[in-house]
Nanobody, 122 residues
Framework: QVQLVESGGGLVQPGGSLRLSCAAS????????MGWYRQAPGKERELVAT???????NYADSVKGRFTISRDNAKNTVYLQMNSLKPEDTAVYYC????????????????WGQGTQVTVSS
């Protein structure tokens, strides 16, 4: 009943840029915070950036100054602009949202997207 769909991943050269998008749809009542996480092979999933419904942001130290998170509340969409990409940014990137949805009654939970691959290589 609720889906988070990421898009925008792909292959890019070091120093290049990508913009990821994540659109939430379904029987959503409201969305609080949204964010991006990433997981490289053999590593734990880590926080990249978060943004509240009011626009307050938080970033991992490894991406500060290079990545920018933003959102369009009217479209239930969160974005991640990634600049000056490095090989160590290579990972599957996952969107998440803290939201309230309706399924007979109202539930508040954290939803996850399916992930999109970002590969930084020459």
């Amino acid at each position: 009943q609720v889906q988070l769909v990421e898009s925008g991943g792909g292959l890019v050269q070091p120093g290049g840029s990508l913009r990821l998008s994540c659109a939430a749809s379904g029987t959503i009542f409201s969305i609080d915070a949204m964010g991006w996480y990433r997981q490289a092979p053999g590593k734990e999933r880590e926080l990249v950036a978060t943004i509240t419904s009011g626009g307050s942001t938080n970033y991992a130290d490894s991406v500060k100054g290079r990545f920018t998170i933003s959102r369009d509340n009217a479209k239930n969409t969160v974005y991640l602009q990634m600049n000056s990409l490095k090989p160590e940014d290579t990972a599957v990137y996952y969107c998440n949202a803290d939201l309230t949805y309706y399924s007979g009654t109202y539930y508040y939970t954290k939803y996850w997207g399916q992930g999109t691959q970002v590969t930084v290589s020459s």
